[in-house]
T-cell receptor
Framework: GQQVMQIPQYQHVQEGEDFTTYCNSS?????IQWYKQRPGGHPVFLIQ?????EVKKQKRLTFQFGEAKKNSSLHITATQTTDVGTYFC???????????FGQGTRLTINP | DGGITQSPKYLFRKEGQNVTLSCEQN?????MYWYRQDPGQGLRLIYY???????QKGDIAEGYSVSREKKESFPLTVTSAQKNPTAFYLC????????????FGQGTRLTVV
């Protein structure tokens, strides 16, 4: 079954508010990836984290990988309407052959 | 242009019929994956393949079958044994050597009528 859990399932914010989604794995991951899926679209790769405790930034997006390499988070500062979509984390299971996705967090924004 | 092509974009199937979804990539990627997406359930792995003529079951393989006769192609057959096939199906590929970023096709929306 699913080994990568993601919360919350839904998040609605006012434009300008911050947003965070959390990802937890039952096993240690060699890396964690984050994807964004716009409504009606397909997932698009955002970033990959590899090192324990790693933090990466992309403009208003901050990604963290936990020290134990079992959890990760994506934080968006001052959301904009272009941030609308579903954010997924994904990790390789069973020797990196099986790429498993979290359930995703759907972000909606009130302009 | 390099990429992954899924066809058709929309597909309607009568109950009891098998249907095959196409996935073709010209990225020279080694690994290919099929996911099913239902509202609120994220992406669930159906089958994946690392090399030609070899593939493994994912978490929800029952009622589905695949083949990997060519590196570029990984078709998915939804059989009549799949009890609830209506969903959005996504195909992805990964290069394996040189990165693990997954590239997705546009998806096929299958509806059973």
């Amino acid at each position: 079954g699913q080994q990568v859990m993601q919360i919350p399932q839904y998040q609605h914010v006012q434009e300008g508010e911050d947003f965070t989604t959390y990802c937890n794995s039952s096993t240690t991951l060699s890396n964690i990836q984050w994807y964004k899926q716009r409504p009606g679209g397909h997932p698009v790769f955002l970033i990959q984290l590899v090192k324990s405790g790693e933090v990466k930034k992309q403009k208003r997006l901050t990604f963290q990988f936990g020290e134990a390499k079992k959890n990760s988070s994506l934080h968006i500062t001052a959301t904009q309407t272009t941030d609308v979509g579903t954010y997924f984390c994904a990790g390789p299971i069973q020797g990196a052959q099986k790429l498993v996705f979290g359930q995703g967090t759907r972000l909606t924004i009130n302009p | 242009d390099g990429g992954i092509t899924q066809s058709p974009k929309y597909l309607f199937r009568k109950e009891g019929q098998n249907v095959t979804l196409s996935c073709e990539q010209n990225l020279n990627h080694d690994a290919m994956y099929w996911y099913r997406q239902d509202p609120g359930q994220g992406l669930r792995l159906i089958y994946y393949s690392q090399i030609v003529n070899d593939f493994q079951k994912g978490d929800i393989a029952e009622g589905y079958s695949v083949s990997r006769e060519k590196k570029e192609s990984f078709p998915l057959t939804v059989t009549s044994a799949q009890k609830n096939p209506t969903a959005f199906y996504l195909c992805a590929s990964i290069p394996l050597s040189g990165g693990t970023e997954a590239f997705f096709g546009q998806g096929t929306r299958l509806t059973v009528v």
